[in-house]
């Protein structure tokens, strides 16, 4: 309150306690966000945009003083407009100099990059350096080209340069702390990413994220490294052409040869400077990673990705290393390019209480895949619990699996899971390269896969609504499980001594 808080309007000059701007507000008409941003945007302060009104950028808005601080909008009506007509980013933080920034919260707010010139820029960005408690909330982005950008490239590069010329008390820039909470993403033309993001104690929740599946789209989330983060209660929809909802992986160990050394104190430096950091990326391991009661829905398009998910190195020659990473009540939905749902090349991962219908998806499909992917050591302590499986296509032969395993995976459980294909020819529970790699019981077998109807609720139609994988009286499904480290159900209902099969107990 007070002079700590300041109203600003596009086209008149606010009044203090009147409209919504709050009773002894400081109060400005300016039509420029980047000019409001860096007038007002200072410690203690809360700079407030009226609703309904439209701002202009140019160029980018920066903030690079330390925080507390609030960005968001006041009065009735729609959030406030800022129409980026740039090439740039709408809202960056911090700089090479302020790797200490922190305490910032921005919310209300539409950015829209106006579907070009804006092709390179992102809404929110961290482009400039190192932050750290950061809450990004109900922020609405319009045909950006990306709509979140707290990635680590640029970090990497400043902690490393630093370190390269004998400055290492500046190498301390990170990402940490960051919350981005139920904001929107509406694809436009020049879409290719919604989330390209890294760090450290990562939330990201409740968000509505749509790539509008365009040729020239990408991921619609990318994490080159999360350490510690939640992603979870968010709908994730229509990634660019061969591209995934989720793609998980990790700085590279050995992409050059004694590009990494993780057991030194810093890396040893190659041309490659953006690639990784000690400060900001720890032991070079992704971890730690709960991605839980998510929508995915794929590409409705041919050209769209066969994966869905992937947690796995970024390509065959890059050794990223994950581990410690938990997936739980999800639900993918699939589209007309769909093969895989989940594709694991990591260790230490565990699926449980996930639902997957590929009634919507291509000529092969598998629900989880575990395999091993660019130079990683192996696949390694894999577990798969009570997970629905399902599609009402005509899947030809021999191209239905529910879980499939490479040749050099190892330590692979698979329990309690349910599925059901019935107009596929020929369709299995596990196709399976690695032999006794495998520690498996109480699945659905093969010919239950094929024929045996788990009585699913909507018993009359395909299910479609998550309520409708429920197993009713009757069902084989009930009370064949076994007791495994899963605590309740897709609802959140408590697990009893007696274990169904699937995602959703009867």
């Known amino acids: 309150g007070g002079n700590n808080t300041v109203c600003v309007a596009a086209s008149t000059l606010p009044v203090a306690g009147a409209g919504g701007c709050p009773a002894g507000a400081v109060t400005a008409q300016q039509s420029s966000f980047p000019a409001a941003i860096s007038s007002y945007a200072i410690t203690g302060k809360r700079v407030l945009f009226k609703r309904g009104d439209t701002f202009a950028a140019a160029a980018e808005a920066r903030i690079t003083a330390t925080g507390p601080g609030i960005v ?38 539409d950015m829209d990059g106006m579907g070009g010139p804006a092709t390179s820029g992102t809404g929110i960005s961290s482009a400039g350096g190192g932050l750290a408690q950061v809450t990004v909330l109900r922020l609405t982005y319009r045909n ?55 760090g450290n104690r990562i939330a990201f929740m409740g968000n509505n994220f749509d790539n509008g599946g365009n040729a020239s789209g990408s991921h619609i989330t990318r994490w080159p490294f999360l350490n510690k983060a939640v992603i979870s209660n968010n709908t994730f929809a229509h990634p660019g052409f061969t591209r995934l909802a989720i793609k998980l992986h990790a700085p590279y160990w050995n992409a050059t040869p004694g590009e990494f050394n993780p057991g030194a104190a810093h890396p040893v430096i190659t041309s490659n ?43 065959s020659g890059s050794d990223e290393r994950i581990r410690n990473v938990i997936l739980e009540r999800n639900w993918w939905v ?28 291509s000529n092969s499909q598998t629900a989880i895949q575990v395999v091993k992917d660019g130079v990683v050591v192996t696949s390694d302590q ?35 899971n349910l599925a059901y294909a019935p107009n596929a020819q020929g369709p299995v529970m596990f196709v399976n390269a690695c032999g006794t790699c495998l520690t498996a019981s109480n699945n659905s077998s093969d010919t239950q896969v094929k024929g045996t109807a788990p009585n699913f609720a909507s018993a009359s139609a395909a299910p479609a609504n998550l309520a409708d994988f429920t197993i009713v009286s009757g069902s084989y499904a009930i009370g064949a499980g076994i007791a495994v480290p899963v605590w309740s159900d897709f609802f959140l209902v408590p697990q009893t001594s007696t274990r169904d099969l699937g995602a959703i107990n009867h």
Not at 146 to 175: C, K, M, Q, W
Not at 273 to 300: F, H
Not at 335 to 355: C, F, G, K, M, Y
Request: aromatic fraction near 10%; hydrophobic fraction near 40%.
């Open 72 to 109: 968001g909008s006041y009065g009735p009506g729609a959030l406030p407009k800022i129409q980026m007509t740039g090439d740039t980013n709408v809202l960056g933080f911090s700089s090479s100099s302020t790797p200490d920034f922190k305490d910032w919260r921005i919310m209300d707010l």
């Open 144 to 198: 950006m080209s990306n709509a979140i950008g707290f990635a680590l490239d640029l970090i990497n590069y400043l902690n490393n340069y630093f370190i390269a010329n004998s400055r290492p008390a500046e190498a301390i820039h990170t990402v940490d702390q960051v919350t981005v909470v139920d904001s929107t993403v509406i694809p436009g033309a020049a879409t290719v990413y919604s989330a390209y993001d890294s």
């Open 273 to 315: 400077l953006s690639n990784y950091s000690t400060y900001a990326n720890g032991d070079g391991y992704t971890k730690y990673v709960v991605i839980s009661d998510n929508k995915l829905i794929d590409a409705p398009t041919a050209a769209g990705n066969p994966w869905s998910v992937e947690l796995g190195p970024q390509d």
């Open 334 to 361: 699939a589209n007309t390019a769909s093969q895989v749902a989940l594709r694991i090349s990591a260790s230490e991962i565990t699926a449980r209480n996930n639902v997957f219908d590929f009634s919507n998806g």
């Open 382 to 416: 894999v577990r798969i619990y009570n997970n629905t499986i399902y599609t009402s296509y005509a899947v030809p032969s021999s191209q239905f699996a529910g879980i499939e395993l490479a040749a050099q995976v190892t330590n692979i459980t698979a329990r309690n």
